[in-house]
């Protein structure tokens, strides 16, 4: 869609850049998207700093969301349903798991309605529309930093050491990050052309939520179940983060490999699908 | 060597209508996915081959446009609601993609489609500068920079640090505006949004709009202000219904449009459905006819014109304390000049109920041109009828001054007045010198 011409005369800035219908597959045209940085950057802390001015408890909400759902967790999971918790203690062993899903949720449920709620902006301003989903998951990582505070705090109350594995929970965010832009990408595409899938998205992350390792562990699945489990990449992504601070389990192995795998295609293709649809949004939303 | 800047090559949008709604419903889709098929094999057995889904029209917004501007160019775009002005600069902006054809461009381009997108009502009138700016395509050192230029702009100095939801409407628009206004790309897109704020500050806003189109950037405007549009501009194309009827000097493209947005005055005054009033009084239809009694097309600068205005009242009986005027107004939309029955000679006491009001000038003042005029009347103080565009007479050059020379066509819509001309006696001037010193 983009030519660049060379011209030898014109003082200013001489590429040409040519404006015409587009078909089919798109280029992601990541170089556009880098131009934009700063953007993106501006949309990223316009919502951290809009959710934290609203509401005292905004800053709090971080924490208290996951905390009092593993407080629940704990005593109906834990302690009554005697569910297994691969030997540590139930609260922290879902308590690790809620960080990084939380993390996700959000993610994920914000950049689904990003394009929506951002009709106006869209049909007015021209940007790499991509920066609107990113920014919504990249603001979400503030309240992840908040409510990892939280988990060290509750592992040295449960005398829980940190390892050398703890090197690797960047990684494994990232996986996260992922998956929440993979699948949010997904989303937001089709919520500007289907409006009903607005409604659809809480119950895709109860789903998604109970598919994933939170609450039980997944070593209550054999092999090959187990590997083929990890098509879900949030079955990675949580149950790497309990290895990596936590110690249990055994070290990353071909589950991982497989939820890696799956977050990426699902990244990939929630690009390209978005780069396709993309010249659709303004004239639609 | 091509010089330009932007090059429109054929470039159409089309839309579809004939939906309700722009949207579906996945549900809907999921049902359509089985049922059209369906749907389109019955249609097929009935030998009609039909376009199957929901949407059945299509409507181009855009259609054929070609033109070339170079740079430096400041270009208004002017035409009627819905012409096609605002998406061919959503075209240009890469906010919505041709159906057809192809835009070349070279340059930043920015656009101002509209001010203050992208504000948000919790955040303060600092930050708001910033996202603003980021929006619009400015980089932080560039926003930095222009800061405290920005904030001068706007007079919003005090309210700086405070959430933008508090500002009045004023405020916050004049923030919005300053900040767009200090956007420089090569190439400037602004779509209507001139007017803002009260008078002093569209003021501001034309001049500083004047300012960038002297730095030599090139423009695109499009306003239904015309005067703006003629004081800005130094092309203008005319859009019709998605397409450029005309490209050339900006009054020739105004008049053009004022003839255009007039052609509702070809229905006769008896059917014209426009009009204001309660309609106890009506203009059925008007005649023009000159020194001689004899019906014309035209008038004659300086040459005797009577308006005849046929009327009639809507209950067959006689009108009481009638008021009427005839006002003639210029292409940019300004009243020349207004005749009024009550500053001529006082109100009609009693008008039977159809008749014919004549209204004469004996000297016609316009110089040639084509000129819309106004029709209104009163019925004991309650507007009975008044219609904004009743028609458009031309004028033709006369010797309004009786001195041979005649005006000519540029510059139009002046009102030629009775004067005298002398050069002063000396001793005269010495004696005025000496009154105003004494006085």
């Known amino acids: ?285 | 060597m091509p010089e330009y800047v932007l090059r429109a090559e054929n470039l159409g949008k089309k839309y579809y209508i004939g939906r309700k709604e722009k949207y579906k419903t996945f549900r809907e889709s999921l049902i359509q996915a089985v049922t059209a098929p369906v749907e389109r094999a019955v249609q097929v057995m009935k030998g009609r081959s039909q376009h199957v889904s929901g949407l059945n029209q299509e409507m181009w917004a855009l259609r054929g446009v070609n033109f070339e501007i170079r740079q430096g160019d400041v270009v208004g775009i002017i035409g009627r609601n819905g012409a096609g002005k605002s998406t061919l600069l959503k075209i240009l902006s890469r906010i919505t993609e041709p159906s057809t054809g192809r835009a070349r461009v070279r340059g930043r381009v920015g656009s101002l489609l509209e001010v203050g997108t992208g504000f948000h009502p919790e955040l303060t009138g600092r930050e708001n500068i910033y996202l603003n700016g980021a929006i619009l395509g400015m980089r932080k050192a560039e926003i930095d920079r222009k800061f405290d230029e920005i904030v001068d702009f706007a007079e919003t100095e005090a309210f700086l640090d405070t959430p933008v939801k508090h500002y009045s409407s004023g405020m916050y628009v004049r923030l919005a505006f300053a900040v767009a206004a200090h956007l420089e790309p090569e190439i400037l897109l602004v779509d209507e949004v001139l007017a803002v704020g009260d008078i002093s500050f569209q003021k501001k806003c034309l001049g500083k709009m004047g300012d960038v189109a002297r730095t030599g950037r090139t423009v695109l405007f499009v306003s239904h202000n015309m005067a703006a549009i003629s004081s800005l501009c130094s092309r203008a194309f005319l859009l019709d219904r998605g397409e450029l009827v005309f490209e050339g000097d900006v009054p020739d493209a105004i008049n053009r449009y004022m003839e255009s947005t007039l052609s509702a005055c070809q229905t006769p005054l008896r059917q014209r459905s426009d009009r204001q009033g309660d309609g106890r009084l009506r203009f059925t239809e008007v005649t023009f006819i000159n020194g001689t009694g004899q019906p014309v097309n035209a008038a004659v600068s300086g040459q005797p014109l009577t308006a005849l205005l046929k009327y009639e009242t809507s209950d067959g009986r006689s009108a009481r304390n009638v008021d009427m005027d005839l006002a003639f107004y210029g292409a940019l939309g300004q009243l020349l000049f207004l005749c009024k029955v009550q500053l001529a000679r006082g109100n009609f006491e009693v008008l039977p109920p159809q008749g014919v009001v004549a209204c004469r000038i004996p000297r016609f003042p316009l110089t040639p041109g084509r000129y819309r005029y106004k029709l209104w009347c009163q019925v004991n103080r309650v507007t009975a009828d008044r219609i904004e565009d009743a028609g458009v007479l031309p004028v033709e050059a006369g010797d309004f001054y009786g001195s041979g020379y005649l005006p000519n066509k540029n510059p139009e819509g002046i009102v030629m007045v009775d004067h005298e001309w002398e050069l002063v006696d000396p001793k005269v001037t010495l004696a005025l010198d000496q009154v105003r010193s004494a006085g």
Request: no cysteine; hydrophobic share 55%.
């Open chain 1, 1 to 285: 869609m983009t030519s660049q011409i060379e011209s030898a005369v014109r003082p200013y800035e001489m590429k040409e850049r040519v404006i015409e219908p587009t078909r089919g597959w798109l280029g992601l045209q990541l170089d556009e998207l880098w131009e934009y940085r700063e953007l993106l950057y501006f949309l990223t802390w316009r919502d951290i700093k809009v959710r934290y001015k609203q509401t005292i408890l905004g800053a709090a909400w971080a924490i208290i969301q996951p905390f009092f759902t593993m407080v629940v967790f704990s005593v109906f999971f834990g302690n009554l349903a005697k569910i297994p918790s691969d030997g540590i203690p139930y609260p922290i062993f879902s308590f690790a798991a809620l960080v990084p899903w939380q993390f996700f949720s959000s993610g994920l449920g914000q950049a689904a309605n990003s394009l929506v709620g951002s009709a106006h902006m869209l049909r007015k301003i021209y940007f790499p529309r991509l920066v609107m989903p990113i920014a919504t998951i990249f603001s979400n990582l503030v309240d992840f930093v908040l409510a990892f505070l939280v988990l060290l705090g509750l592992m040295v109350y449960f005398g829980i050491q940190l390892k050398s594995p703890v090197l690797w929970l960047p990684l494994f965010l990232l996986l996260a990050l992922i998956t929440a832009l993979g699948a949010g990408l997904w989303l937001a595409v089709m919520n500007v052309q289907f409006r009903d899938i607005r409604y659809a998205v809480p119950f895709i992350i109860q789903f998604w939520f109970f598919a994933t390792p939170i609450t039980y562990p997944s070593s209550l699945l054999d092999e090959p179940w187990r590997t083929i489990y990890g098509i879900n990449p949030m079955a990675g992504v949580v149950e790497r983060f309990r290895w990596a601070l936590l110690g249990s389990n055994q070290p990353p192995g071909l589950m991982t490999v497989v939820s890696a795998a799956a977050a990426l295609f699902l990244l990939v293709s929630g690009l390209f699908y978005f780069r396709r649809m993309e010249k659709t949004f303004a004239d639609i939303v």
